[in-house]
Structures are given as C-alpha cells and as structure tokens.
C-alpha cells in the first residue's frame, strides 16, 4: 500500500544534541509538510516543500531545519533541541500545493528531550 | 484570515449513539474546502470527510456525515451507530485553492464508551 513512513516512532535525544527525523513516501505526492503536535492541540506547522521549494513558517524557529534530497525523503533537523521541543512530530505528503487538498499523514515521531 | 473554531473539546457518548461535533470557521473566500480528520490514540491522522464548499449537497462517508450551513460557516460531523474505534482526536480544517496550506481547530476528543 502506497504510504507515508516516518522513522523511528520514538526518538530520545539529550537536551541539546541534534537529532534527525526521517520521512519517506510511496505516494509519489509533491508536497511534503512537517507539522510539531504537542499533546492534545492541533498540528502545527513548520515548513513544507513544494517538489524542491522549501517554505518556511514564520514563527518555525531557526533551531528547524529540512532537507528534501528527493521526492521520496524528508528529514527534519533540529539543531540544539530544548525541552520545549519534546512533542509528536509528523510528517504529511499532498498531491499538490493548495488548501483543496488531502494530506496524507505518517504515523509520527514522537520525540522526548532529557 | 482564516480561523477554525471547535467549541467542543471533549465528548464522550455510549457505543451505537449517533454522536455530533460541531466546528465553524471564519472566511472572506468564496471558493474553498473543509476536512475532518481523525487521530485515534498513537496512531496516524487519517482523513474522515471532505467538502467542497461550492457542492451544496452534504458529503458522507459510510456512517460519516456532514451538516455543512455555509450562511453559517458551519461544519458539524455526524457519527451514527458510533463504535469503539471511532474514539479518537478529530480536527476540524480549512483551506483554499491558493492557500499553502490547512487551518486547523483545536480538535475534540471523543470517547465511545462500551
């Protein structure tokens, strides 16, 4: 089944050391979102990429990063993750850019920072 | 801009009830689309229903379906004959076609009781 994968499910990391979350799709989707969910709210967004256009949320902290080597892979990196950054992370892919569209979601990552 | 509101953040109704969560949004677009997803407990966020905001009739989906009053910007989701695996987060979103991306509500928790 065509699918969005993200790895690992769970991710421990030390408070300030990077870590690297991973993203893949069989969907063959152009668009690819990394949302930050904390518990019991709503998917926020962070960036997402348009094939190899990357867009930038305002308020993303420059502590975020993204690479998309290819339309298959995403990774999220965080630079020097604080406390405040223990949350779900997910992963969404769409067909195209715009609101009128399905996104498709992983599974999440769930990241805890000691 | 747009905002997605769900006045409702927890519900909780006895398995076979039909149950209702209500969701209303604020807009000056004309043509857009309104989602709900749902986010069972540690496990992946996946699309219940989409409406087109031009298609006056209600979408449904099996025992999903949709009160969509557009006068009132209202987009309430019926659950009917509810089962245990309808507990979950559900969101309420919003977007257009030139928009980059969904808005979402704060969600509601439901619960199915046995």
């Known amino acids: 089944d065509a699918m969005v994968i993200q790895n690992p499910r769970y991710q421990v990391t030390q408070f300030g050391k990077p870590v690297t979350l991973s993203c893949s799709q069989t969907?063959?989707?152009?668009?690819m979102y990394w949302y930050q969910q904390k518990s019991s709210q709503a998917p926020k967004l962070l960036f997402h990429y348009y094939d190899k256009d990357f867009n930038n949320e305002a308020d993303t902290p420059d502590n975020f990063q993204s690479r998309r080597p290819n339309t298959s892979f995403c990774f999220l990196d965080i630079r020097s993750p604080g406390l405040g950054d223990a949350a779900m992370y997910l992963c969404?892919?769409?067909?195209?850019?715009?609101?009128?569209?399905?996104?498709?979601f992983g599974d999440g990552t769930r990241l805890s920072i000691l | 801009a747009q905002t997605v509101t769900q006045s409702q953040p927890e519900m909780s109704v006895q398995e076979a009830e039909t149950v209702t969560l209500s969701c209303t949004y604020d807009t000056s677009e004309s043509n857009y689309y309104l989602f709900w997803y749902k986010q069972p407990p540690s496990r992946q966020m996946i699309l219940v229903i989409r409406?087109?905001?031009?298609?006056?009739q209600n979408a449904t989906e099996n025992r999903f379906s949709v009160n969509f009053q557009k006068a009132a910007k209202s987009f309430s989701l019926k659950i009917s004959d509810s089962q245990l695996g309808d507990t979950a987060m559900y969101f309420c979103a919003f977007g257009y076609r030139g928009a980059q991306k969904l808005v979402f509500g704060q969600g509601t928790r439901l619960t199915i009781n046995p």
């Open positions: 969404a892919t769409s067909r195209g850019q715009g609101g009128d569209q399905p996104q498709h």
């Open positions: 969907l063959n989707h152009n668009v």
């Open positions: 409406q087109e905001a031009y298609k006056q």
